[in-house]
């Protein structure tokens, strides 16, 4: 999407930043791990499938992609790479055209050592303030994997209810509808969020 390419999102715990080929080489790596791919039901793609995955991404208006950088990381490593600061991924699909204010939600902590930390709490809770105040969002949905309960977790304690299981996907459908005290929470959780300009932003920490 390339509404977002030219935007960093700076948090507590995570920066989110657009998608772009510097980040490719280590997503690769990530993917290649059997677990990774089971849990986001990825197939294996080359090196060069990945290049071209990330420009499709990056062009097409029904997804949005951010990579979550550990913001720990990126504030005590000026003037390096953001390669080696990335955690994962955070993603929104609008997939729905009968149902332009839903979207589906999706968070990769890739990296181990980012785990179980809190990363892919603030990730989600700030893609969907992205989504409700920039891409008009009222209602999100999260497809898990059944055996993914870290996951399942997760988002129930971001407010999501079960609405559905699926045997033959092996997952669970998760949903939050964003009634106007749900909105307000949400609001309130990522107050402490700064927008910036993506270049600019990244230079800021040199």
């Known amino acids: 999407m390339r509404l977002n390419q030219n935007i960093l999102l700076l948090g507590k715990k995570v920066v989110l930043v657009p998608y772009t080929p510097e980040h490719v080489p280590r997503y690769h790596e990530w993917m290649k791990s059997e677990e990774l791919r089971r849990l986001t039901a990825s197939e294996p793609l080359t090196l060069e499938q990945e290049y071209v995955m990330q420009h499709s991404w990056r062009e097409d208006a029904d997804k949005c992609t951010f990579i979550v950088l550990d913001a ?81 977790r997760m988002f129930q304690k971001l407010h999501f209810e079960q609405v559905a299981v699926s045997s033959v996907f092996q997952e669970v459908t998760l949903r939050l509808t964003m009634s106007e005290p749900e909105r307000h929470w949400l609001l309130e959780q990522t107050s402490h969020v700064e927008e910036k300009p993506y270049r600019a932003g990244a230079s800021e920490r040199r």
């Open 72 to 152: 720990e990381k990126w504030w005590a490593q000026p003037g390096t790479g953001e390669e080696s600061c990335m955690a994962g991924d955070v993603n929104l699909f609008l997939t729905d055209l009968g149902d332009p204010s839903l979207g589906e939600i999706e968070v990769m902590i890739a990296e181990p050592s980012c785990r179980g930390q809190g990363l892919g709490t603030e990730a989600v809770l700030m893609m969907m303030s992205y989504g409700v105040t920039k891409l008009g969002l009222t209602k999100f949905e999260a497809k898990i994997g059944q055996g993914n309960e870290p996951s399942i």
